[in-house]
């Protein structure tokens, strides 16, 4: 744990980056499976605990992450054990609440970098890149729970999807490239489908052009060679 924590303060947000592809990686290999639904859960853990280390957030924030992404995870493991099974919709739920805390750290502590570096960093841009990832996997979680706990299938076309197809139609859509090939079949899978796209969008078009703009190099001084 220690060495962990180390690795994170001196790597900084690459290392969060690095867990979120292992996540997403993990999510796709995987079958949907009630122990792979606990290694989601604990990698998710794993993610906040991480977030809150490389932001170099403040020791309550830090403590706050690491309780409620080990009671997250124990909870989990609880169910698993007295039920013989993680159901689909539990395991969305508590993935979508670990995934949703992580951006907001990261974010902070991306927000401090740039006031003291007044630069675009890799440490930076790592963190720019892991929260697009996460927010992207947090809607892949609130979607699948809404198909787990609503009556109804979630896409039109294909009403037996599992968790990687969720992940697909996730960052389809926060990409705003919309290949059609799964389509929301309930109100609230549209109105998550509009609010991730938008989310998207905005979130390309503000933050990622504000790091482009700052990995431009700086103009001569007037009167300079």
Do not use: K
């Amino acid at each position: 744990m220690d060495d962990l924590r180390a690795r994170a303060r001196h790597h900084g947000f690459a290392v969060v980056l690095l867990l979120v592809l292992v996540s997403v990686s993990f999510q796709v290999a995987a079958p949907d499976a009630d122990w792979s639904r606990l290694v989601v859960i604990a990698l998710g853990a794993v993610i906040l605990v991480v977030s809150a280390w490389a932001a170099q957030a403040q020791h309550a924030l830090v403590r706050f992450a690491t309780l409620t992404a080990a009671l997250l995870a124990l909870l989990a493991l609880v169910v698993l054990v007295v039920t013989g099974e993680v159901p689909r919709g539990t395991a969305a739920l508590v993935n979508g609440l670990l995934v949703a805390f992580a951006p907001v750290i990261i974010a902070a502590g991306v927000v401090r970098d740039l006031r003291a570096s007044r630069e675009v960093t890799l440490r930076a841009l790592c963190g720019v890149l892991a929260i697009y990832l996460l927010v992207g996997m947090m809607f892949s979680f609130l979607e699948g729970a809404v198909g787990a706990i609503g009556s109804d299938p979630f896409f039109t076309n294909d009403p037996g999807a599992d968790r990687s197809d969720f992940l697909y139609f996730s960052y389809i859509t926060l990409s705003t490239t919309g290949y059609g090939d799964l389509v929301p079949a309930t109100d609230v899978g549209r109105m998550l489908a509009v609010a991730e796209a938008l989310l998207g969008q905005i979130y390309l078009v503000t933050v990622v052009a504000l790091i482009v703009a700052n990995l431009r190099p700086r103009r001569a001084e007037a009167g300079s060679p």
